[in-house]
């Protein structure tokens, strides 16, 4: 029986996994209709003009709810990054991003010599400045939901394949139903909100609970919402982060039309970059290190019979 045991805990959670995947599952996420810049084959580069873009959606949306402690000021300056310049190799005497960390004030890590703290203008060293103090403040802000760190967020949520995380951070601003979200009294006198679904198969209403919005492509399921057939349970769940990307809601600075799409492509490919910023040199080296390593290898192969000439073998 005690070998059986493992076993046995094996179908359970297979079992488990099966019924999690029959009520629904989350909308396989997907690429904007021209795909990635940066997943092209063999050398594909992020768009640094739409980094740049995706830059302001985070300062200007994302950033009120969302730190990303693992960025500094600088590493937007660094090689790569959107606002590299040549003319300024060492990020920390680059102008602009000088001007972007300066306009944030953040706390000082060292008090002043009485051990007050001291706030000051942010320097391109300093790390991004958090939106709250700790995770129990964010949470307390957020209906007690815990927005997370963005810093590498497109690899937490891509399972390996190039631009996979990009797509579901794209398809996520996107896929809200906002527009389809109708209001009635409910039995209690209150307001509730419902989504009406009618497509072929998936044919119901689904309630959306107070303070949560529904998403197709956020993990979830929405059984307990939903009156139609069981059988076909809309995709996806619901999260505590309300759509963010009405159309106009930054105002590019390139002037560039900011539709919800446009300000999805844009952050998703700037999350892109922030979770590995060196994957723009690390793929120019590829072509030169493949043909670098073809020649060499043809050398050897010449320099390989011609000491060994001479020898019987
Ligand atoms: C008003 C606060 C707020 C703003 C602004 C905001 N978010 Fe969120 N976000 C949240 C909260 C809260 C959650 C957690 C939701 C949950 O787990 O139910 C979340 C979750 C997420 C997730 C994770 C979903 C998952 O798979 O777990 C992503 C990705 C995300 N937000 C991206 C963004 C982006 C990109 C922006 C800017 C365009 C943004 N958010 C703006 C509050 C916010």
């Given at each position: 029986?005690?070998?059986?045991?493992?076993?046995l805990v094996g179908l359970g959670a297979m079992a488990l996994g099966l019924t999690a995947h029959a009520a629904g599952g989350a909308k396989h996420a997907h690429a904007p209709d021209d795909g990635w810049p940066f997943a092209k084959v063999p050398a594909g580069q992020l768009d640094?003009?739409?980094?740049?873009?995706?830059?302001?959606?985070?300062?200007?949306?994302?950033?009120?709810?969302?730190?990303?402690?693992?960025?500094?000021?600088r590493n937007l300056g660094e090689k790569g990054g959107p606002f590299y310049?040549?003319?300024?190799?060492?990020?920390?005497?680059?102008?602009?991003?000088?001007?972007?960390?300066?306009?944030?004030e953040i706390l000082d890590p060292n008090p002043d010599e009485n051990g007050d703290p001291v706030?000051?203008?942010?320097?391109?060293?300093?790390t991004f400045r958090s939106p709250y103090p700790n995770d129990q403040a964010a949470m307390a802000a957020n209906g007690g939901a815990m927005p997370p760190d963005?810093?590498?967020?497109?690899?937490?949520?891509?399972h390996g394949a190039e631009g996979e995380g990009a797509s579901y951070i794209y398809s996520l601003m996107t896929g809200y139903k906002d527009d389809k979200i109708k209001t009635k009294v409910g039995e209690d006198g209150l307001?509730?909100?419902?989504?009406?679904?009618?497509?072929?198969?998936t044919v119901g209403t689904l309630t959306q609970p107070t303070g949560?919005?529904?998403n197709p492509y956020f993990a979830g399921d929405a059984t307990p919402q939903w009156d139609g057939d069981p059988r076909h349970v809309p995709y996806g769940g619901f999260l505590a982060m309300a759509p963010q990307l009405p159309d106009g809601r930054v105002e590019y600075i390139d002037g560039t039309e900011a539709t919800t799409s446009q300000m999805a492509y844009d952050v998703a490919q700037f999350l892109q970059w922030a979770g590995d910023p060196k994957q723009g040199q690390r793929k120019s080296l590829a072509l030169p290190v493949m043909i670098y390593l073809v020649l060499l290898s043809i050398l050897l192969w010449f320099s390989y019979k011609r000491i060994w000439r001479n020898v019987e073998h």
């Amino acid at each position: 029986m005690k070998l059986f045991r493992p076993l046995l805990v094996g179908l359970g959670a297979m079992a488990l996994g099966l019924t999690a995947h029959a009520a629904g599952g989350a909308k396989h996420a997907h690429a904007p209709d021209d795909g990635w810049p940066f997943a092209k084959v063999p050398a594909g580069q992020l768009d640094k003009e739409s980094v740049q873009r995706g830059f302001q959606v985070y300062k200007e949306v994302c950033s009120t709810c969302h730190s990303m402690k693992l960025l500094s000021y600088r590493n937007l300056g660094e090689k790569g990054g959107p606002f590299y310049s040549d003319e300024y190799p060492n990020a920390n005497d680059n102008p602009l991003v000088k001007a972007i960390a300066a306009e944030v004030e953040i706390l000082d890590p060292n008090p002043d010599e009485n051990g007050d703290p001291v706030y000051r203008p942010a320097i391109p060293a300093d790390t991004f400045r958090s939106p709250y103090p700790n995770d129990q403040a964010a949470m307390a802000a957020n209906g007690g939901a815990m927005p997370p760190d963005l810093s590498v967020i497109t690899k937490a949520r891509g399972h390996g394949a190039e631009g996979e995380g990009a797509s579901y951070i794209y398809s996520l601003m996107t896929g809200y139903k906002d527009d389809k979200i109708k209001t009635k009294v409910g039995e209690d006198g209150l307001n509730v909100n419902y989504i009406e679904f009618d497509d072929g198969e998936t044919v119901g209403t689904l309630t959306q609970p107070t303070g949560l919005y529904y998403n197709p492509y956020f993990a979830g399921d929405a059984t307990p919402q939903w009156d139609g057939d069981p059988r076909h349970v809309p995709y996806g769940g619901f999260l505590a982060m309300a759509p963010q990307l009405p159309d106009g809601r930054v105002e590019y600075i390139d002037g560039t039309e900011a539709t919800t799409s446009q300000m999805a492509y844009d952050v998703a490919q700037f999350l892109q970059w922030a979770g590995d910023p060196k994957q723009g040199q690390r793929k120019s080296l590829a072509l030169p290190v493949m043909i670098y390593l073809v020649l060499l290898s043809i050398l050897l192969w010449f320099s390989y019979k011609r000491i060994w000439r001479n020898v019987e073998h």
